[in-house]
């Protein structure tokens, strides 16, 4: 018999739960199978304070014992949090067929934008687009609440360039609720979920699985109601005991004004999760009419904007974009920060913060000698004054940000309508995650979004989507769908999260991938759409669009890979670029400074009917040519080590002259492949050719090239080693 914890509840097999009151807006025609329920197309949103507390029971329950489905509480996949990583979620679970329920505090709050009303940026754009090429929500949203539209380093090279957007908030909550409340399979919730339910038997420890403690039956309401699903994906944000920080005063809250989520802390960590701390800022709100934008330099959109949803061709404020205004502090700033830090318990460095988006104060501290740092007074929406002054997140007490924001220029006169405050917050050391953002320790529990230490929208959703497809997938026993650093941000973020871990919040760069040439802006549908279909997790109409552009693409190569000319035949059209003799084809003739497609449209007058924005991917992947070659070899010798999978229930501790700090950093983090080994921080060459032997010698593997498998001690399975060790 097992003991019913405070926090961690074991479901009984006779528990018995009240159905809650609700508000039917249409009728859901339930029909057996899962996959009967993708015809769904209506969204029941309940009140869970409304309902009564469900009854419970503590008994035994064997592992191989089902729950009894309760009507109207039993789901698919559960979802737990409305914000940027559970929206992306609960939609992408519904959309591979799962019956998904959207759990969140408040209803009014899905989609809430809490800080910078914006979206993407250099290498946070790329996410967006690879949400949207997997039908993800966030970029079809931006696109219709967006008021100003930039691609960001557009004077460099296409593999840097970020697509942004500043955002009408209120216009993206709206979209958003609207889009979820429609959405197929999928039911929305209000109510504050205190803790996770597991089957009544934990499951033992065995060699290579010591870290798995037990698998999730559900979640447990502060009301006691229990609502039971096989999978569950948390996303809380900072909400895991949230705490704001204004001046020297601090008290729970996820978000200002809303109740910070303690309980689910405290099973988390009961559970055995390693729950660390870290924390954020977000500025002052301002009252622009009372900033004087005479003196400061204006931003404006670009023209035409460029859509982040590949199903867009414009974006809907396009004729209306909303102008942004830079200004900067002082001498006279600082020195009013300086003089007033011990009025702020959120500095301490006993906490990280963000290090690439720092409040003013670590700012100040850490850059002393400079002089000015920029801010961008960023309006909030069409039918509000509220300015958002990017680049100044702060923890002050009131009046000192006042008497700070009024020596900046412009601001002299300002009105505050809303101080600056700090959240400090729990978050899971990612490291407990597989690739799918399954927990190790708890099967069928996911977690995306600030919860696994990151910061910023951009990186929410992505695990959001990525968490709520998996859970989707995995409650049918399909196929799971991995991201390698290959494929996408997505990927690269997911595991620098799950072999790295994290010691400040976690920021998304273009730096961060080794192949981003391949991995850029505009070709994220190519790189993910397919992958999604093939999963289950793209609509047919986005499947339909995406193979129209698709066979333009594969055309307009063709014909550019087909005219194959001498250099004196290229100068006839205008195109003398070189005199070596060399027959290049059009494809080749990008690669040269300033050659653009409308240069081969005498040559080759069929390009015109290709669409441009086809257009223009051909010509990256043609400027790009040469070394998008050299970065594919790159690429195939990183999926070698990819495609060696570690099994899942390898003893590490069998596995002879490995050291003991390398075999307790394996164990502990239980790599799903050779290269996620190799990645581990510390590893050294002489353990992972130890891992490598002993993986060979007992799973044997085969060659990404034959399918043949390795014979041990043979001369293939040396060679093999010797490569390992050079590539190492």
């Not at 067929?97 to 946070?124: H, R, W, Y």
Request: proline fraction near 6%.
């Amino acid at each position: 018999m097992f003991t019913v914890s405070k926090r961690l509840l074991l479901v009984s097999h006779t528990a018995t739960v009240a159905t809650p009151c609700r508000n039917t807006f249409s009728t859901l025609v339930n029909k057996p199978g899962i996959l009967s329920r993708t015809l769904e197309h209506s969204t029941r949103i309940w009140n869970a304070r409304s309902s009564h507390a469900g009854q419970f029971r503590s008994v035994t329950l064997a592992a191989s014992q089902a729950l009894p489905p309760t009507p109207e509480t039993s789901y698919d996949v559960i979802v737990v949090g409305g914000g940027h990583a559970g929206s992306e979620a609960c939609a992408a679970a519904a959309r591979t067929g799962a019956k998904t329920l959207l759990l969140t505090q408040k209803l009014d709050t899905i989609g809430e934008m809490s800080c910078n009303p914006s979206f993407g940026g250099v290498g946070k754009g790329v996410l967006v687009r690879e949400i949207d090429a997997l039908d993800g929500l966030c970029g079809r949203i931006s696109d219709l609440a967006g008021v100003q539209f930039r691609i960001l380093n557009r004077s460099k090279g296409p593999a840097v360039h970020g697509p942004r957007a500043q955002i009408d908030r209120k216009l993206y909550k709206k979209h958003m609720q609207k889009a979820l409340h429609e959405y197929p399979n999928l039911t929305i919730m209000a109510g504050s979920v205190s803790d996770i339910v597991l089957g009544a038997e934990i499951l033992p420890p065995t060699p290579g699985q010591n870290n798995v403690q037990g698998e999730i039956k559900g979640i447990k309401l502060e009301s006691g109601e229990v609502i039971h699903a096989p999978k569950v994906v948390i996303t809380t944000g900072t909400f895991l005991r949230g705490e704001i920080h204004i001046g020297l005063e601090a008290y729970p809250a996820g978000r200002i004004n809303e109740e910070a989520s303690i309980g689910l802390s405290d099973s988390l960590a009961q559970a055995g999760f390693e729950l660390s701390r870290l924390k954020t800022g977000t500025p002052p709100r301002l009252d622009g009419k009372t900033i004087d934008y005479s003196e400061l330099v204006p931003q404006y959109g670009d023209t035409p904007p460029s859509p982040f949803s590949y199903l867009n061709k414009e974006v809907a404020n396009a004729h209306n974009q909303l102008i942004c205004h830079q200004t900067s502090t002082n001498p006279k700033t600082h020195e009013i920060i300086r003089n007033n830090l011990h009025k702020s318990i959120h500095i301490r460095e006993t906490v990280k913060g963000p290090r690439y988006c720092p409040s003013i104060e670590s700012k100040i501290m850490r850059f002393a000698a400079k002089e000015a740092h920029t801010i961008w007074l960023e309006p909030e929406g069409y039918d509000t004054d509220v300015v958002y002054p990017n680049g100044i997140s702060m923890t002050l007490p009131e009046k000192e940000q006042i008497d700070m924001l009024r020596t900046i220029k412009g601001l002299e006169n300002v009105t505050v309508l809303r101080c600056g405050y700090g959240v400090e917050y729990d978050y899971v050391d990612p490291r407990e995650l597989k690739r799918t953002l399954e927990t190790h320790r708890i099967h069928g529990l996911y977690l995306a979004g600030q919860i696994n230490g990151t910061t910023g929208y951009e990186e929410a959703a992505a695990q959001g989507i990525l968490a709520g497809i998996n859970a989707g997938l995995a409650v049918q026993s399909k196929p799971p769908l991995i991201l390698t650093r290959a494929d996408a941000y997505i990927g690269v973020l997911v595991d620098d999260l799950i072999t790295k871990g994290v010691e400040e919040p976690y920021r998304i760069f273009t730096s961060r991938s080794e192949y981003r040439l391949t991995l850029r802006a505009d070709n994220a549908d190519l790189r993910l759409t397919r992958k999604g279909y093939e999963a289950g997790c793209v609509t047919d109409y986005r499947w339909n669009v995406y193979q129209q552009m698709e066979g333009d693409m594969h055309r307009g190569m063709q014909l550019m890979n087909d005219l194959k000319l001498s250099p004196s035949k290229w100068t006839e059209y205008g195109l003398g670029k070189s005199d070596d003799g060399i027959k290049r084809s059009a494809i080749e003739m990008l690669g040269f400074p300033n050659i653009k497609m409308e240069h081969f449209y005498e040559a080759l007058p069929e390009l015109k009917e290709i669409d441009p924005v086809v257009q223009e991917k051909i010509a990256i992947e043609g400027a790009y040519s040469v070394y998008l070659r050299r970065q594919g070899a790159e690429v195939l010798a990183f999926m070698r080590d990819e495609s060696m999978e570690i099994p899942v229930d390898l003893d590490y501790f069998a596995i002879p002259n490995l050291s003991n700090e390398n075999r307790s950093k394996l164990e502990r983090q239980r790599p799903e492949t050779l290269g996620a080994a190799k990645r581990i921080e510390g590893m050294t060459p002489t353990s992972i050719l130890e891992l490598l032997k002993f993986v060979q010698k007992t799973k044997r593997p085969p060659t990404t090239i034959t399918g043949e498998k390795i014979r041990p001690g043979s001369r293939r399975d040396r060679l093999r080693q010797k490569m390992l060790a050079k590539e190492f």
